[in-house]
Nanobody, 125 residues
Framework: VQLQASGGGLVQAGGSLRLSCAAS????????MGWFRQAPGKERDFVAA????????YYADSVKGRFTISRDNAKNTVYLQMNSLEPEDTAVYYC???????????????????WGQGTQVTVSS
């Protein structure tokens, strides 16, 4: 599976961005999908996850109410709509695919088998 993340950029605080992650090589609907981020000098953290059908979604507390994860299985793409961005959201954002047996997506990075290359999001104050 190859994952290609895009949509990052520079935005002012309070602004919005939508990240996309296009998958190829396997049946996209068989994967749970997640977004993670890594700020400079920090560990990579969970942001959001979505189940195979799109009905189940999970968010880190820090982004609840501001970010929305969604997927379009017909387009093999997962999205992360980010609103009300804050300087603390500045990070490299990674999409990831979980090829496992579980019925629900996970917040744990160890559950994810495939990773995209990351896209930089910078929020200026």
């Amino acid at each position: 599976v190859q994952l290609q993340a895009s949509g990052g950029g520079l935005v002012q605080a309070g602004g919005s961005l939508r990240l996309s992650c296009a998958a190829s090589g396997r049946t996209f609907s068989s994967f749970h999908m997640g977004w993670f981020r890594q700020a400079p000098g920090k560990e990579r953290d969970f942001v959001a996850a979505i189940g195979r059908s799109g009905r189940s979604t999970y968010y880190a507390d820090s982004v609840k109410g501001r970010f929305t994860i969604s997927r379009d299985n017909a387009k093999n793409t997962v999205y992360l709509q980010m609103n009300s961005l804050e300087p603390e959201d500045t990070a490299v954002y990674y999409c990831a695919a979980d090829d496992g047996w579980s019925g629900s997506p996970s917040q744990s990075q160890t559950r994810y088998d495939y990773w995209g290359q990351g896209t930089q999001v910078t929020v200026s104050s």
